[in-house]
């Protein structure tokens, strides 16, 4: 079985036109957090990759960013579980063929990028770094280790200052749960000017945070409901075509259910700031790849939603989508298969006295900027 890496395919439920207010990589060479830019692929003195969880959604995206970033490598792994082992994949050009993750799969391998799931994380996450691989690990795992680094690149980038490829030394980064990533990328710019000190968070997730099983079931059960036939429900228990319900993440005895606790938690470890008031609540809802976010926050100094508006005009990684007269705002189509994080519905919180509350809304892709593009811009930073 041969598969072929797409380049920003669309979806069935997930296109449309690409948006031409958000910037095309292929036309501005893609830059890292220090500023160089990075142009070619396959080279004799780059870094050597593995790719573990490969035949995921995540794996497969995390091949397309590499190439549509043109990271450099001087060799790529190909890892999953022994059920995808001896499949065959196409990357840039070359045949790969799947390789079972097994513990001698990190010998030679300088950066090590992870996608499979947290138990897979626990169990080879420090055995890569046990033979010298930089891992930058997808799941949730180790965001909360005090001694691994959550990072955003746009955001913290400081965090991870100390780690270096060349050094000979293993080290984890953990990536930030998708709903985070997307959130405080736009809260973040804000957060500088004003100093945010209440969050108040509602998210609207797709079916690609769940998996490609997910997507494929969303999509199963959208045709079934047409036809009126009994969806096919499998990954979520209830029916998704055509209904939204609260995340399906496990309640916790506090009534929040892990996925808005992520929410919580990661949030004050990026900011390094333990007394930020958060809270959250997460919804399933059916689209298949980007997120949407209501996002209520309070400041200790006033904040104006014009200057906000143009702070995040000029906050890297965001495109500002905010026409009120044609009540044109961020969607998840326009942002899916999309880098940058839209925001839009920039106003007064009129609850608040003054300035001192604002309202936004934004959306974000979740596999690529919410898990594999966040990944890559990390890895770049080591270079």
């Known amino acids: 079985m041969t598969a072929i890496i797409p380049h920003h395919c669309h979806h069935f439920l997930s296109g449309g036109a690409p948006l031409t207010r958000l910037p095309n990589p292929s036309l501005h060479p893609p830059t890292t957090a220090a500023g160089f830019t990075v142009r070619t692929s396959l080279r004799e003195d780059a870094p050597s990759l593995a790719v573990v969880g490969v035949t995921g959604a995540v794996g497969q995206e995390f091949l397309s960013v590499l190439s549509d970033r043109s990271f450099p490598y001087r060799s790529i792994k190909m890892l999953a579980s022994k059920r995808s082992a001896g499949k065959n994949l196409t990357f840039e050009g070359k045949d790969y063929v799947v390789e079972e993750l097994t513990p001698e799969s990190f010998d030679g391998v300088d950066i090590a990028l992870f996608s499979a799931g947290g138990s897979i994380s626990k169990q080879f996450g420090p055995i890569a770094v046990d033979r010298g691989s930089i891992v930058v690990d997808n799941s949730s795992a180790f965001r909360m280790d005090e001694k691994v680094p959550l990072v955003i690149p746009e955001v913290n980038p400081e965090a991870m200052a100390h780690i270096k490829i060349g050094s000979g030394k293993g080290f984890l980064i953990a990536n930030p749960n998708c709903s985070t990533i997307i959130c405080l990328m736009a809260a973040t710019p804000l957060h500088r000017h004003a100093n945010v000190l209440r969050m108040v968070v509602s998210t609207y997730q797709a079916a690609s945070g769940a998996g490609a099983a997910a997507m494929m079931e969303l999509e199963q059960q959208t045709r079934e409901v047409l036809e009126g036939k009994k969806p096919t429900c499998e990954i979520f228990k209830q029916q998704y075509a055509f209904n939204l319900f609260s995340h399906n993440a496990p309640v916790l005895s506090n009534g929040y259910n892990e996925e808005e606790m992520k929410l919580v938690k990661e949030t004050r470890k990026i900011w390094n700031n333990k007394n930020v008031k958060v809270t959250a609540t997460c919804i399933r809802v059916p689209v298949m790849r980007a ?55 920039i106003r007064r919180d009129v609850s608040q006295d003054s300035n001192y509350g604002l309202d936004i809304f934004v959306c974000g892709d979740q596999i690529r900027k919410g898990a594999a593009l966040n990944a890559v811009q990390i890895a770049e930073m080591l270079l």
């Open 291 to 345: 997120h949407a976010e209501s996002v209520n926050l309070q400041f200790e100094r006033p904040l104006d939603e014009d200057i906000a508006r143009d702070i995040l005009k000029n906050a890297p990684g965001i495109v500002v989508i905010d026409d009120r007269a044609a009540n044109r705002f961020p969607t998840p189509l326009e942002v899916s298969n999309k880098d940058d994080v839209a925001v839009g519905r």
